[in-house]
């Protein structure tokens, strides 16, 4: 692998301002499952390649699967890149590096046979079917990427890195009449099997509560104060801000820049921000990103003043601000692009009962659907709670939160000191990038006047 | 002729080979600058068998051989499930269909995104534009051991248009996008709706929380109607989680709706003459006249159903990979909603107080299945007494796609505008009493 690479490094590195070659290897172990029968079952390995350069500001991209193209298809990157470059080319400055990166693996899924992990899931689902009859159907899936990949570039940057990703999840679908509820187990790691095994402990109580959704009453639709919980809270920070803070979405635009100044107040005293590639066994876990920046945590709000974002070497040379580590490409296919690693809410002070103190009329959103971010971020719990005069109540369905970024993050009012790193099986989206891996954490949030969907 | 795909056609078992080789051009501006160009090319191939009379995969890329991969399918089958399907026989002769332009240049695609940019900046000044350009010229070849070859060579063209005014401390997004090369005028009217849009965005507008009446633009209602798609999407019905399982025959939304799937519609983006498992491609409906008439199935699922047509199986690839699915997977292909009979105009006119909705883009999570909807109002109006009075923001519309097909359905429209879903041709849609928080 890195024999071809180096040999089109040094064949084409003078060409252009910025010249850099990736090679990697994709293993993919996957299944669904369906009521304990097998779906989608996969074991598969590619290989590919891309170049990326830089000339005069023009940017080329290729990628191929084919070696015998690469000659070929990196005279085709460079005849891009001048032709489209006609200023200077803007990249900060990053230490050359050399290094050869390991998964520091806990529990290794290669050993682990495919029967075992089919067996594991055929489990867990009967372990949901025996918790009512109104449980119709259980769907799971499985994946493992292992990846290889080989970066050189003009710099005189070198790595080879070894990743793994994986991910289990466990739904169950609880049906009665025209009514359907689903809630999902979910893991994720970068480095241990274990994971998957210790879902078993959440799925009976998971299955039990996607029951109780069917009998619970819609949330009514309206503005409340929410406690969101660790999940979605991580949800929030990854979807609402996150996405925000991705700095290349508005490296050339200066009407963006102005509303995301360094040291404007966005939030709270009480509300930071930050994501980082630090957390060794997390799948957003990040010791080197897709430039060759090395990984690190990234501040973004400390205590509501806006003091980071995410940066590519491209977007931190045009903020004049350093390099994150934040330059990801979900493979070979496409050039590195600012994205998020673990995105954080930092720990707060206050207890849960803290939180429900005051709240009169209000709602306790759990666990997630997924979500939207921007400006008007959006997301669906699994389900939630009413708070009455400051206790739970009732349990609701089909509770979405939605609101402006803005706003929202100045409504955070109260912020806990149960921080917890969650990691899922489902991936993060940017453009036509999809899925990559990412970790949302928080502790549980309180947050005044949010739109709730529901009846 | 390639030899190793003699392994597929004389397997001594069911077996099956699709292969996908694909070449892609991308270019892209950014704040109203060319950024980059972007050429990709990849070709990888999925065998799938059946052995024992379980489903077996194997995937790899150009270099696989189908021997290795045959192998590698049959071993992995014995945790595969019942396939309780055949593949379908093919013609004495290889079939090759073609469809779309695969010819179109770097430099045409360059001119446009330019004429675009210059037409777009002037018309609207202090707004940013993104357009990125799409053209992915690819060959499918599917082959297997009764007889079928078929190759489809493919040359799809697309852009998205994204326009962006930050000012006030407030963020304006416009998106448009299409699935084809836009003559004259298509290419005007694609100008004239985001300067519309644009200009009316301008003049804010609130509304309280409450019930009001809606007129739906074909892509908000494209929006919604993915939770249709779960609804009728065979596996689900198969695992019991739809609430249309068991309901072919019964009336399940308004008399005037009309669903159909329609591969066979040449001018739309999803012709495909054959299923991605070679299935002749019909048009069918899915809702006619509020009865349902069909779900949507592959070849596995109309077996398990016992459903005439299994023609909608499909390998998709994912984003970072090369190769097709490990498996097919049921999409829909061309969506085409009857009209109605009311003009658009005469609708707008009519609404005393309500809602214009262009475009939600956050609909896609939440409990689908079950037909549930929520979607942020991204680009949508109020309207006092038949005029666009402002736009609405930080509001979201919710409820049940089959209650807004059904009892809450007031009109269609005659005309059905070109939208962002370009596979999908569709009415305005008026419908009451719609929840906005």
């Known amino acids: 692998m890195f024999e071809e690479i180096d040999r089109i490094l040094s064949r084409y590195r003078h060409r252009v301002d910025h010249f850099e070659v990736r090679a990697e290897t994709i293993r993919t172990v996957q299944f669904a499952m369906s009521d304990g029968e097998v779906r989608a079952l996969d074991d598969s390995e590619e290989a590919g390649f891309s170049i990326r350069c830089c000339h005069k500001g023009g ?18 990157c460079i005849d891009i890149a001048r032709r489209l470059g006609r200023d200077r080319t803007v990249l900060a400055p990053i230490e050359p590096v050399e290094a050869r990166v390991e998964v520091a693996l806990i529990e290794d899924p290669r050993h682990v046979t495919l029967q075992e992990k089919i067996d594991l899931f055929r489990s867990y689902t009967d372990r949901s079917k025996t918790v009512s009859d109104r449980i119709r159907s259980v769907k799971g899936r499985y994946i493992e990427v292992w990846r290889e990949i080989g970066f050189l570039n003009s710099d005189g940057t070198r790595l080879h890195i070894s990743k793994l990703d994986l991910g289990g999840s466990l739904t169950p679908h609880a049906r009665q009449d025209d009514l359907t509820q689903f809630l999902t187990v979910t893991t994720g790691s970068s480095n241990d099997f274990g994971v998957i095994r210790t879902m078993g402990s959440r799925i009976e109580a998971t299955s039990r509560r996607t029951v109780d959704l069917i009998d619970a009453p819609k949330v009514r639709a309206g503005r409340y104060p929410v406690i969101a919980d660790p999940v979605l809270g ?4 990854h979807e609402a801000f996150g996405h925000m803070s991705e700095a290349d979405e508005y490296q050339t635009n200066p009407d963006m820049k102005d509303i995301f100044v360094l040291g404007k107040r966005f939030g709270t005293d009480d509300l930071s921000i930050y994501d980082t590639g630090l957390d060794v066994g997390s799948r957003g876990y990040l010791p080197f990103d897709d430039e060759g920046t090395p990984g690190r945590r990234t501040d973004l709000i400390r205590n509501g003043i806006l003091v980071g974002r995410l940066h590519s070497r491209e977007s931190a040379a ?3 601000e350093t390099p994150t580590g934040s330059a990801r490409t979900t493979a070979y296919r496409f050039p590195p692009i600012c994205r998020m690693r673990n995105t954080c809410i930092d720990q707060g002070t206050a207890s849960f009962d803290e939180l429900l103190d005051g709240i009169e ?3 306790y959103a759990i666990d997630s659907h997924g979500g939207t971010g921007g400006e008007m971020f959006s997301f669906d719990a699994g389900y ?3 708070i009455r005069n400051g206790r739970l109540a009732e349990m609701v369905r089909d509770v979405r939160l939605s609101g402006n970024l803005f706003k929202t993050l100045n409504d955070i009012d109260k912020v806990g000191s149960d921080f917890r790193i969650v990691d899922d099986a489902g991936g993060c989206g940017k453009g036509a990038q999809y899925p990559l891996e990412t970790t949302c954490s928080s502790p549980h949030l309180r947050m005044q006047g949010i739109v709730v969907g529901g009846a | 002729m390639n030899h190793d795909l003699d392994s597929i056609r004389n397997a001594s078992f069911p077996a099956e080979s699709y292969e996908i080789e694909s070449f892609v051009t991308e270019i892209n501006f950014q704040d109203n600058e060319l950024r980059d160009i972007q050429s990709k090319e990849s070709c990888g191939r999925s065998v799938r068998v059946i052995a024992d009379g379980r489903l077996g995969v194997a995937r790899g890329g150009h270099n696989a051989s189908h021997t290795d991969l045959l192998n590698r399918a049959a071993a992995i089958a014995r945790f595969g499930r019942d396939a309780g399907f055949a593949f379908p026989a093919g013609p004495a002769e290889p079939i090759t269909d073609s469809h779309g332009d695969p010819a179109l240049t770097v430099d045409a695609m360059l001119e446009l995104g330019n004429r675009f940019m210059g037409d777009l900046t002037a018309a609207l000044p202090g707004w940013k534009f993104l357009i990125m350009l799409n053209h992915e010229r690819a060959r499918k070849h599917l082959v297997n051991s009764r007889g079928l070859d078929w190759t489809f060579h493919t040359g799809d063209f697309g852009y998205h248009i994204l326009g962006t005014l ?9 998106h448009e996008a299409r699935a084809r090369f836009p003559d004259a005028s298509r290419y005007e009217s694609v100008i004239r709706s985001i300067r519309e849009h644009a200009t009316a965005c301008l003049t804010p507008a609130r509304i309280d929380g409450g019930s009001y009446p809606v007129l739906l633009h074909p892509c908000a209602l494209g929006s919604f109607l993915e939770s249709l798609d779960e609804g009728i999407d065979a596996r689900n019905i198969f695992d019991g989680v739809s609430p249309l399982r068991d309901r072919i025959g019964e009336r399940v939304m308004d008399e005037r709706v009309s669903i159909w799937d329609d591969p066979v519609e040449p001018s739309m983006p999803g012709f495909s003459p054959r299923s991605d498992e070679g299935v002749a491609a019909i048009r069918k409906p899915l809702v006619q006249n509020g009865i349902l008439r069909n779900y949507l199935a592959n070849l596995e699922y109309a077996a398990r159903l016992n459903l005439q047509d299994g023609s909608n199986g499909f390998r998709s690839i994912s984003a970072g990979s ?18 109605g009979r009311v003009p658009f105009e005469d609708m707008l006119r009519d609404m005393k107080h309500g809602i214009v909705l262009i475009q939600s883009w956050d609909a896609w999570s939440g409990n689908l299945i079950n037909g549930d909807i929520s979607g942020s109002l991204h680009l949508g109006f109020l309207v006092k007494n038949g005029r666009l ?14 209650d807004l097909l059904g009892k809450q359905l007031v009109d269609l429209s005659i005309e059905c505008p070109d939208t962002i879903h370009s596979d999908q041709r569709a009415p305005w849609m008026m419908v009451r009493d719609v929840t906005i928080c």
Do not use: C, Q
């Open chain 1, 59 to 76: 940017w080329g991209f290729v990628s191929l699967n084919r070696p015998e193209h690469l000659d070929s298809m990196a005279e085709r």
């Open chain 1, 234 to 237: 991580g949800i929030f920070a």
């Open chain 1, 318 to 320: 045009r903020f004049n």
């Open chain 1, 361 to 363: 009329l209000g709602v």
């Open chain 1, 384 to 386: 939630g709670y009413m």
């Open chain 2, 166 to 174: 930050a000012r006030d401390g407030d963020i304006i997004e416009i």
């Open chain 2, 322 to 339: 090369s190769l097709p699915g490990a498996d097919s997977h049921i999409s829909g292909t061309n969506r085409m909603i009857d009209s």
């Open chain 2, 389 to 402: 009075a402002g736009r609405l923001k930080d509001m979201r519309l919710s409820g049940n796609i089959y």
